[in-house]
């Protein structure tokens, strides 16, 4: 007794079928590649950008540390030359604070305000929310009542 075992050969239908999976399967890995790379090339550049920040920043940092240790090791006064980092930061994050409360008051005087036929706006001219002159009104409106 003989056993034959048939094995069944795939089609050359089959075949292409199968070859044009693997393509797009390896187009869309291809794709998902190039954007991967894309991504790390992007984090690559922002992270070099942020090493020379840094590096600009120890330099300065080391200078301003000769300077005190020299100041303080030949009992020189250190008046105006260099002002301490706290004291520098705490003024950069004054006038950071500032700038953003200035936009922000900008964002809503215009969808507040401005967007909505000027309801903060006194007939002179003023602002109602803030009590100073309107910025963005070139000229008061006249009340008709």
Known sequence: MTLTTTVAMPSARQDSLAAREIAVEHA???????????????????????VQVLECEVVQLRAQL???????????????????????????????????????????CQTGCVGHAHPWLEADGQCRRTGVACEHVATPRTSTA
């Open 28 to 50: 869309a890995l291809t794709r998902q590649l190039a954007s991967v790379q894309r991504r790390v090339g992007e984090l690559m550049r922002a992270n070099a950008q942020r």
């Open 66 to 108: 000769v300077v005190t240790r020299t100041s303080l090791f030949w009992g020189l006064s250190m008046t105006g030359a260099m002002r301490p980092l706290a004291q520098r930061a705490q003024m950069f994050a004054a006038a950071a604070e500032a700038a953003a409360m200035a936009e922000a008051s900008g964002v809503i």
